[in-house]
């Protein structure tokens, strides 16, 4: 009967020790603690950095505004030289047809 359980103890035993050993490492310790002033440079640093973000999309819309007062304007002059052109090419064909009369 020794013999029998010492059959079935020992590769049990074995077993076991080498799934101990085969287990995930242990965890990283706990980073320390921040200081509360190198955690407010951190957080105002990050907010700064927000701020200036925020400036920069202030500036392109500022400047896309300009741009497209702009663009309005001169298409505003575009059209106004359209129909001045098409009235002098008007006033050409009838003086022409009149010539040719």
Same mark, same amino acid.
């Given at each position: 009967m020794q013999t029998s359980?010492?059959?079935y103890?020992?590769?049990a035993t074995l077993a $076991?020790? $080498?799934t101990a050993c085969a287990s995930d490492q242990?965890?990283?310790p706990a980073p320390e603690p921040v200081i509360s002033g190198e955690l407010m440079l951190r957080e105002s640093q990050g907010i700064a950095s927000l701020g200036d973000n925020w400036k920069k999309g202030k500036q392109l819309t500022e400047r896309?505004?300009?741009l497209v007062r702009e663009g309005q304007a001169k298409? =505003?002059?575009g059209n106004r030289l359209i129909e001045e052109g098409n *009235?002098?090419? *008007?006033e050409s064909e009838e =003086?022409?047809?009149g010539i040719k009369k």
């Open positions: 359980l010492s059959k103890l020992l590769p $076991l020790l $080498l242990p965890a990283p896309g505004n300009v298409i =505003t002059e *009235r002098i090419m *008007r =003086t022409y047809k």
